[in-house]
């Protein structure tokens, strides 16, 4: 207690050399633009015709706790969420547009995700008053409840963020520092793991890039590459904060969903037209054009136009809702080891504790979040993602499983609902020629660093009825609990229901 009273006084003395400063000498800063050159006109009001918007999101380096499904409460370094709380607390991306990112607290409603927090915009926007005219939105912004609300507030896995394909997208990483580990100094990055970023500047990478100091913020710039699931993490020192748990998932989705009616050729015209992504002469091209093209674009399920993993072109990567599953492996002693002021074994390091989403079953079935309790005394959500399944009946679930894992490869298997294979690593599995190199497997197997697309088809209507209940699950064993206990491990439920909420994907 009384280290955590010394932090506090340290805290509080750093929030009044913060709130004496004038404004264009504070370091804490925001970004997200409404209009752009590429985006001259807010979607609300006149879509552009290239498509995509501006889309924002903020998050915060530092530190937090975890809970273990067999109880343990891990320490980790984390990031954690600055903006889009509410849908963070939901278990959605806290991505926002810019007309949302963009708004002011009144104080109401904004805290550490809950059921009580209603604020989805950027946690410490404020009116700049030294603006001219007076009180504009320039990125100022008030360190008190960024500090508030930033710090122990880590997440595990990290914020997710979505965006669309065109969509410009501005990432502000604001560093507020570890409450548990004040010795050190230590800067974060945001680098996209195998993403396609035009600049190194923004790439995250401490030697081609830049680096956050604690007390600074950093906007960084990326305009939404082809679709696909992606993960991203800080590369200070990645073999331990990324075993410390700063890793999180982003996933670009396709052109072909602005697809209105039609033959979904249409959803490709953008693609062709686009140098990045055009097939023909490109042979890394995301996604080749079928052969033959016949399918339209249809209504899935939940009554909403029909959505695509991938610019297929044929509509085989269609699904009716979709789930990000995020494997993560802690090893505990390392991470009591990083709460203290010892160095950290590297060589030794071996995972444990086995996560979907931050959780392991029982757990990961739980819809709501968890709350874990800080070293303030207060509760945090800090796994707010469950990683339950629901599909409704004669529907298609896209999973985009990605391995966050630094030790091992994870295996995991559907027991009852084949996996259908579409895409690897952020590509569409097809050949030069278009052909379908897609494949049904009963599991998949995944090294730290990559991601796999599987849609988990129940459109078998006599096959699949509401009330069943199968299992995605890891057939390593030793992978299937936490730390040798009972509870724990890569497991987690599929339900077969009557018809799943769009917005909380919970059965109806």
């Given at each position: 207690m009384h280290y955590v009273q010394l932090y506090r006084r340290a805290l509080f003395a750093l929030l009044l050399c913060l709130v004496g400063l004038p404004a264009s000498a504070q370091s804490f800063r925001v970004?997200?633009?409404?209009?752009?050159?590429?985006?001259?006109?807010?979607?609300?009001?006149?879509?552009?015709?290239?498509?995509?918007?501006?889309?924002?999101q903020q998050i915060a380096g530092g530190d937090g706790y975890a809970t273990m499904a067999d109880g343990t409460q891990t320490y980790m370094f984390s990031f954690g969420p600055l903006s889009g709380l509410v849908d963070i607390f939901n278990g959605l991306p806290g991505t926002e547009p810019a007309s949302v990112f963009n708004q002011v607290s009144t104080g109401v409603g904004i805290g550490d995700p809950s059921a009580a927090t209603t604020f989805n915009g950027a946690v410490g926007l404020a009116p700049d008053p030294d603006s001219v005219p007076a009180n504009q939105l320039t990125g100022h912004v008030d360190p008190r409840p960024i500090m508030d609300v930033g710090v122990m507030n880590g997440n595990i896995p990290a914020p997710m963020m979505a965006i669309d394909e065109d969509d410009e997208f501005f990432l502000t990483l604001t560093n507020v520092g570890m409450i548990m580990r004040p010795d050190l100094f230590e800067q974060h990055t945001v680098h996209f793991h195998g993403y396609p970023n035009a600049s190194s500047f923004?790439?995250?990478?401490?030697?081609?890039?830049?680096?956050?100091?604690?007390?600074?913020?950093?906007?960084?710039?990326?305009?939404?590459?082809?679709a696909g699931t992606y993960f991203w993490h800080c590369h200070i020192t990645p073999p331990e904060h990324l075993q410390m748990g700063m890793v999180g998932q982003i996933y670009v989705r396709p052109r072909q969903n602005r697809v209105a009616s039609g033959t979904l050729y249409a959803g490709?015209?953008?693609?062709?037209?686009?140098?990045?992504?055009?097939?023909?002469?490109?042979?890394?091209?995301s996604s080749p054009l079928p052969p033959a093209n016949a399918a339209t674009h249809a209504a899935n399920k939940s009554g909403t136009p029909t959505l695509y993993a991938y610019n297929d072109g044929d509509g085989s990567t269609a699904y009716d809702v979709e789930y990000p599953v995020q494997i993560h492996g802690f090893d505990p002693n390392?991470?009591?080891?990083?709460?203290?002021?010892?160095?950290?074994?590297?060589?030794?390091?071996?995972?444990?504790?086995?996560?979907?989403?931050?959780?392991?079953?029982?757990?990961?079935v739980t819809q709501g979040p968890m709350q874990t309790v800080a070293a303030d005394g207060t509760p945090h959500s800090s796994q707010p993602l469950p990683?339950?399944?629901?599909?409704?009946?004669?529907?298609?679930?896209?999973?985009?499983?990605s391995d966050l894992d630094v030790t091992e490869f994870q295996t995991l298997a559907s027991l009852g609902i084949p996996m259908h294979v579409i895409g690897i690593n952020a590509r569409l599995l097809r050949d030069l020629s278009g052909n379908d190199m897609t494949y049904n497997t009963n599991s998949i197997t995944l090294g730290g660093g990559e991601s796999i697309d599987v849609i988990l088809?129940?459109?078998?209507?006599?096959?699949?009825?509401?009330?069943?209940?199968?299992?995605?699950?890891?057939?390593?064993l030793d992978h299937l609990s936490n730390d040798a206990e009972n509870f724990g491990g890569l497991m987690t439920e599929v339900h077969i229901c009557n018809s799943v909420n769009p917005s909380t994907k919970s059965c109806v």
């Amino acid at each position: 207690m009384h280290y955590v009273q010394l932090y506090r006084r340290a805290l509080f003395a750093l929030l009044l050399c913060l709130v004496g400063l004038p404004a264009s000498a504070q370091s804490f800063r925001v970004q997200c633009p409404p209009v752009t050159t590429l985006h001259p006109t807010p979607p609300t009001t006149d879509p552009n015709p290239a498509g995509g918007s501006v889309k924002c999101q903020q998050i915060a380096g530092g530190d937090g706790y975890a809970t273990m499904a067999d109880g343990t409460q891990t320490y980790m370094f984390s990031f954690g969420p600055l903006s889009g709380l509410v849908d963070i607390f939901n278990g959605l991306p806290g991505t926002e547009p810019a007309s949302v990112f963009n708004q002011v607290s009144t104080g109401v409603g904004i805290g550490d995700p809950s059921a009580a927090t209603t604020f989805n915009g950027a946690v410490g926007l404020a009116p700049d008053p030294d603006s001219v005219p007076a009180n504009q939105l320039t990125g100022h912004v008030d360190p008190r409840p960024i500090m508030d609300v930033g710090v122990m507030n880590g997440n595990i896995p990290a914020p997710m963020m979505a965006i669309d394909e065109d969509d410009e997208f501005f990432l502000t990483l604001t560093n507020v520092g570890m409450i548990m580990r004040p010795d050190l100094f230590e800067q974060h990055t945001v680098h996209f793991h195998g993403y396609p970023n035009a600049s190194s500047f923004y790439d995250g990478v401490p030697d081609a890039s830049v680096a956050i100091n604690i007390g600074g913020s950093f906007t960084y710039y990326y305009l939404a590459p082809d679709a696909g699931t992606y993960f991203w993490h800080c590369h200070i020192t990645p073999p331990e904060h990324l075993q410390m748990g700063m890793v999180g998932q982003i996933y670009v989705r396709p052109r072909q969903n602005r697809v209105a009616s039609g033959t979904l050729y249409a959803g490709l015209v953008g693609q062709q037209a686009d140098l990045r992504t055009a097939c023909g002469s490109d042979i890394l091209c995301s996604s080749p054009l079928p052969p033959a093209n016949a399918a339209t674009h249809a209504a899935n399920k939940s009554g909403t136009p029909t959505l695509y993993a991938y610019n297929d072109g044929d509509g085989s990567t269609a699904y009716d809702v979709e789930y990000p599953v995020q494997i993560h492996g802690f090893d505990p002693n390392f991470h009591f080891i990083g709460m203290t002021f010892n160095p950290e074994p590297f060589v030794d390091m071996k995972d444990k504790h086995f996560l979907l989403n931050g959780r392991s079953y029982p757990d990961t079935v739980t819809q709501g979040p968890m709350q874990t309790v800080a070293a303030d005394g207060t509760p945090h959500s800090s796994q707010p993602l469950p990683a339950l399944i629901n599909i409704p009946v004669g529907g298609k679930a896209l999973l985009r499983i990605s391995d966050l894992d630094v030790t091992e490869f994870q295996t995991l298997a559907s027991l009852g609902i084949p996996m259908h294979v579409i895409g690897i690593n952020a590509r569409l599995l097809r050949d030069l020629s278009g052909n379908d190199m897609t494949y049904n497997t009963n599991s998949i197997t995944l090294g730290g660093g990559e991601s796999i697309d599987v849609i988990l088809d129940a459109s078998d209507t006599s096959k699949y009825t509401a009330g069943q209940v199968y299992y995605l699950y890891t057939p390593n064993l030793d992978h299937l609990s936490n730390d040798a206990e009972n509870f724990g491990g890569l497991m987690t439920e599929v339900h077969i229901c009557n018809s799943v909420n769009p917005s909380t994907k919970s059965c109806v």
